[in-house]
């Protein structure tokens, strides 16, 4: 059932339908990480560089290589905090995209099934927030996981296992359930919600790939849920209002 919905997924990245949904993501992606890259450089310069510059000493000449080095190693601690940062990212531009992925996917591969209504304005909005604080929150622990050997990879697949299949699920349910029902039952599912979120987090771990994280999981999501209506016997239930 994962893999199937993945499958499909994957294929309805590249499908015509998608492509103004296509571009619209990955350039809000591609932008917001840019300015999070320049935020981060800046704030490493202006507040971290002068308490270095405090604590060593004027090195002499021939031990100027540390400086080399030293750089090398903050660039690849920003590329690390980026990294950490992509999930709420996702997150984020989910909350925008999610409904417009949706729709595609509806009425692509479940043409005769009642259309799913787009959530309020409103709700999507405090929605996306709710969950970007919630997923900061795990991947600080993730990032204090970090440091220890053996359990820092598999922190970063079951926090963001455990909190992208959540949240995408929840997004996918609630345009046929309130949001009550689709917390319901996603808790109902929760084994499965989570095995797809582990598809998602390993899709995120794909450098490049991964700027497509919020298409492939909405998409993911929605056929999941499509499949697991299904097999509990009945349609998804519209959600009212």
């Known amino acids: 059932m994962i893999l199937a919905a993945a499958a499909a997924s994957l294929r ?3 499908a015509p339908e998608t492509r103004n949904v296509f571009w619209k993501s990955l350039g809000l992606t591609i932008l917001v990480l840019i300015g999070l890259w320049f935020g981060l450089r800046e704030s490493f310069i202006a507040f971290a560089m002068p308490m270095i510059d405090g ?3 004027d090195l002499p000449e021939w031990a100027g290589w540390l400086t080399f080095v030293f750089g090398i ?3 690849i601690g ?3 905090g980026l990294a950490m940062l992509l999930s709420p990212v996702t997150a984020i531009i989910a909350g925008l995209f999610l409904d417009d992925v949706a729709e ?9 099934d009642p259309p799913g209504k787009a959530l309020p304005t409103s709700e999507a909005i405090i929605a996306s927030i709710k969950f970007f604080g919630v997923v900061v929150v795990g991947n600080v622990i993730a990032l204090m996981l970090l440091f220890i050997p053996g359990i820092n990879f598999i922190a970063f697949f079951l926090v963001n296992g455990y909190l992208l299949g959540r949240e995408f699920f929840e997004f996918a349910a609630m345009r046929f359930r309130s949001v009550e ?5 996603r808790s109902r599912h929760s084994s499965t919600v989570f095995l797809g979120g582990l598809v998602i987090a390993g899709f995120l771990a794909v450098p490049f790939l991964n700027l497509l994280t919020p298409l492939f ?4 999501m929605v056929h999941l849920h499509k499949a697991l209506s299904a097999r509990d016997g009945a349609v998804s239930p519209m959600r009212q209002g």
């Not at 595609?104 to 005769?112: A, G, H, L, M, S």
């Not at 999981?217 to 993911?220: C, E, V």
């Open 73 to 75: 190693l903050a660039s």
């Open 181 to 185: 029902e689709a917390k319901l039952y």
């Open 104 to 112: 595609v996917v509806e009425k692509r591969d479940y043409p005769n």
């Open 55 to 57: 604590f060593i000493p």
């Open 12 to 14: 309805n990245l590249f």
């Open 78 to 80: 920003l590329a690390l």
């Open 217 to 220: 999981a909405a998409g993911l």
